[in-house]
């Protein structure tokens, strides 16, 4: 049986909760309720009156290309994402756990990309793929290519993928090498003796085993770049060009503030909502079930 | 089937030597038993020669054939694991079929040696279930399964029932002995437990520090132990030793005397060799343990008798006495002399 803590009154438990239940009311529950309210009005240019139009907003959006567009952009970016972030991660966690030597030197140097903000990382991105300044798009054109993210659509998606993964890949590597290390060796021995060979070790063995880590980084980073690269596409590109990097949290941001259509901004915050749900609820369903073999 | 041989064997882990030069010889067929407390170097030895550990000086042969530098798939060996380390994610079928499928074994014959592997091991029911679902006894069998079923010159087993509850201990142990003489495959099997030496081994090789103390016939070890650690780890309760200046006719050179608990008579006080008291008794219902102190000192001796005699009371002076033939006499280095 689990071991439950019991409280004899209700007044302390109540102020053990009450941080936790305060800063979630403060800034999501309010903002969430603002949000849901407001996605049911039109204000007017100046902000002083407000015109109800119920599910207006909401029909509105669904029929504008070019939020479904950044729809399609949003799943292309997170899908790069996290493959990007969690395949190069599996690799340096696979050499990682093989290294006997100097592992924790390497280990630490992995992890450092992490501690750096995204919209930090942006800037060094940016300032490296500038195109009049950068280092890497000087070389670029030494080789002949002419690196131009500000109007080529695909650069500018390549370049906020790479930065958006690259502090990522520090993160899902640490849970693919604890995933690893957490594999027993006598079985990675058995399979060895039985004739496995590296490689089919890897396929028939360790990732099979590694599959509850993978899932569990596959919700987590499928989030990630839905809510938290803002920082990274904000400083590298503002969605451009053409919007080809407007991705959900950006056409909210860019539809909000930048042309003060709030009713609109507020009808895809609630868009957003239900998707972070929805992705909950298939984290915590399937993390309970299903990936353990 | 196969022979092995171990030529001067060493192994050391950085600066640390392990394994200071094993010498052994196995014949085809045969049952080896390596034995010894934890840290005697026995796993690392089995290791060596699945292949799991590099050699640092000496040769393997398997089959007459250097094996130092072979991968562990093509020394064409089997080894159950302490833990079992079966495959978590696959079924108790796709378990003991792994190796075979790697092999390139065609389906049919796959599934032939699985059912018959599985028949003798009285696993059909449960081919279909995870390992998560079956009791230990039950993952012993699929991790002995996985190793039958690929027909290999050689079985390795590390410890394989120590995770086990003493009754399915004795059971399996029995399973394991009948199964190898049955399909008559060398085995080399280490344990720190030595009822299991003695009961399995054909002959049984005593590690202590390194070093192989002694390499015989169970019975051959029991009874003419070659060292002093020898005659103390073989046999339970372990063998009595005291100072060779306090026993009335030892042999030259002798610094100890050791003498097996049941070998032992206790007399009324004032007679035999020796003279102590009674500090406890164990009654075990066929036998009867006495804890004796000598009154030399320090020596304590343990005393095995028929359970179908009188117990003695704690305090009571007693005197001790055995045959001279009896006696295992050691040197300063522990040596038998």
């Known amino acids: ?293 | 089937m196969a022979t092995i041989k171990l030529d001067n064997i060493k192994k050391s882990f950085g600066k640390t030597d392990v394994i200071h030069g094993v010498n052994i010889d196995i014949e085809d067929g045969e049952f080896i038993v390596i034995v010894g407390p934890s840290g005697c170097g026995k796993s690392t030895l089995l290791r060596m020669v699945a292949g799991l550990e590099t050699v640092t000086s000496g040769e393997i042969l398997i089959d007459g054939a250097q094996v130092n530098g072979v991968e562990p798939m093509d020394r064409d060996i089997a080894m159950v694991f302490q833990n079992y380390a079966l495959y978590p994610h696959m079924s108790v079928e796709e378990n003991m079929a792994y190796g075979l499928k790697i092999a390139k074994t065609p389906k049919a014959e796959i599934t032939e040696r699985v059912a018959e592997a599985a028949r003798m091991l009285q696993l059909e029911p449960y081919l279909k279930r995870k390992p998560r679902e079956l009791s230990g006894g039950q993952r012993q069998r699929v991790a002995m399964g996985r190793a039958i079923v690929r027909k290999p010159k050689v079985f390795l087993f590390d410890e394989p029932l120590s995770n086990l509850d003493a009754k399915l201990r004795v059971q399996m142990r029995l399973e394991i002995k009948e199964l190898q003489s049955r399909l008559g495959i060398t085995a080399l099997y280490v344990t720190h437990d030595q009822v299991e030496a003695m009961t399995l081994a054909d002959r049984m090789v005593v590690m202590n520090g390194g070093v192989a103390d002694q390499i015989g016939a169970p019975l051959e070890v029991y009874s003419n132990p070659q060292t002093e650690f020898v005659a103390g780890f073989i046999g339970s309760p372990a063998t009595n030793f005291i100072d060779a200046a306090l026993v009335p006719d030892a042999p030259k050179g002798a610094s100890k005397i050791g003498i097996r608990p049941e070998h032992i008579t206790l007399l009324p006080s004032g007679q035999g060799k020796l003279s102590g008291n009674v500090v406890f008794t164990e009654a075990l219902g066929a036998e009867t343990l006495v804890h004796l102190r000598m009154d030399s000192g320090t020596e304590t001796f343990t005393v095995r008798q028929d359970g179908a005699m009188a117990l003695p009371v704690a305090g009571d002076p007693v005197g001790v006495d055995w045959g001279a033939d009896d006696e295992m006499a050691f040197n300063d280095k522990g040596r038998r002399v």
């Open chain 1, 1 to 293: 049986m689990e071991k439950r803590v019991t409280f004899k009154g209700w007044l302390l438990p109540m102020c053990l909760l009450m941080p936790q239940i305060i800063i979630t009311a403060v800034f999501f529950f309010y903002p969430a309720g603002q949000a849901i309210y407001q996605s049911l009005f039109i204000p007017d240019p100046f902000g002083l009156s407000m015109r109800w139009v119920g599910l207006g907003n909401f029909e509105y959006l669904l029929g504008d290309p070019y939020y479904r567009a950044s729809f399609v952009t949003t799943a292309v970016f997170s899908l790069l994402v996290t493959v990007t972030s969690m395949g190069f991660a599996l690799y340096l966690a696979v050499l990682a756990d093989r290294l006997i030597k100097g592992s924790g030197v390497y280990r630490t140097l992995l992890i450092w990309p992490y501690a750096v903000a995204p919209a930090v990382a942006g800037v060094l991105w940016l300032f490296m793929f500038n195109t009049r300044v950068g280092v890497v798009s000087w070389y670029l054109g030494l080789l002949g290519y002419d690196w131009n993210h500000v109007l080529n659509e695909a650069e500018a998606m390549g370049l906020v993928v790479v930065a958006s993964s690259w502090g990522r890949v520090s993160y899902n590597f640490l849970f693919f090498l604890a995933g690893l290390q957490a594999i027993p060796k006598s079985v990675i021995e058995a399979a060895a003796i039985d004739g496995a060979r590296f490689w089919t070790r890897f396929r028939t063995i360790v990732f099979p085993l590694l599959s509850p880590t993978t899932f569990f980084l596959l919700v987590v980073n499928i989030v990630y770049a839905f809510f938290e690269t803002f920082g990274v596409i904000h400083t590298i590109t503002s969605g451009g060009p053409q919007q080809a990097t407007t991705i959900l949290v950006y056409k909210v941001f860019s539809d909000g503030f930048v042309s003060q259509d709030l009713g609109s901004s507020a009808a895809q915050s609630v868009i957003l909502l239900v998707i972070v749900g929805a992705l909950t609820i298939v984290q915590f369903k399937f993390i309970e079930r299903r990936v353990h073999y």
